[in-house]
């Protein structure tokens, strides 16, 4: 792996320590739609060593987006563009999850319900692409 993005992955925290489950539901919220992205350069450039380095080593790449209550439509719109340009597979779960606040701990994390159900997703989407 690259050196930079190897750093990079080895100093996130890592207080979490897996996955945690979130019980209830996010009552009250609401869904919102965000039109406003600004992409950080660094982080920009460590996804773009990824993409090589899984391009570079014969890597099938599946790039998803988690679900949220929030929508930011020029996020689903930069990201769909480098996928595209990197032949990158992506899988835009938001959607799903769309309007069933059920589903959701708060506005950013699904709930245990929710998680169970975006992992069964993922994990179906990734054995149609192989």
């Not at 950080?40 to 090589?52: Q, S």
């Amino acid at each position: 792996m690259p050196e930079t993005l190897a750093s990079f992955l080895h100093n996130k925290n890592k207080t979490a320590g897996g996955y945690v489950p979130l019980s209830g539901c996010y009552v009250g919220g609401k869904f919102k739609i965000k039109e406003k992205f600004c992409p950080d350069t660094k982080e920009v450039h460590y996804l773009k060593d990824l993409m090589n380095y899984c391009k570079q080593n014969n890597i099938l790449l599946v790039m998803s987006v988690s679900p949220a209550c929030i929508n930011n439509v020029a996020f689903n719109e930069w990201l769909e563009d480098i996928c595209k340009e990197n032949n990158v597979l992506l899988n835009n779960t938001n959607e799903l999850f769309w309007n069933n606040l059920d589903l959701f701990h708060d506005d950013m994390h699904l709930n245990h319900d929710g998680a169970v159900l975006f992992t069964e997703h993922i994990l179906n989407y990734i054995r149609d692409v192989k």
